[in-house]
């Protein structure tokens, strides 16, 4: 692919979010933590397999439910797995994807902040 400003790189987009593919065979909601494309982020909008998503990838903090069974005091790390499961969990062989800053509340609520892509 050639350069298309002068051949010289030329900004395309801010860096907050990026364009994914939802992988066939998956449902998203607006405003959930989803990996897809080697990117975990908050989906920005609904869709089905093969639509097109915008995740947040920004270091935004968003509040988000998360499982009963997951821990989130202020400070922990939670995780994404990658297998197409999307589960949030505490299991660090998983991808590192949130950083509490507000612990889970009774109706299990954090407020997390999204973790660089790497």
Do not use: C
């Amino acid at each position: 692919m050639a350069l298309t400003y002068k051949g010289v790189a030329s900004r395309r987009y801010d860096g907050n979010a990026v364009t994914v593919t939802i992988p066939a065979g998956q449902t998203w909601t607006a405003g959930k933590l989803y990996y897809a494309q080697g990117f975990h982020g908050i989906s920005q909008s609904s869709g089905v397999g093969g639509d097109l998503v915008a995740l947040a990838t920004d270091r935004g903090v968003y509040e988000l439910a998360i499982g009963a069974g997951v821990t989130a005091v202020k400070g922990d790390v939670l995780y994404i797995t990658t297998d197409g499961t999307n589960t949030i969990n505490a299991t660090n062989t998983n991808r590192p994807a949130l950083k509490v800053v507000k612990a889970k509340d009774a109706n299990n609520v954090i407020w997390a902040q999204v973790l660089e892509n790497r």
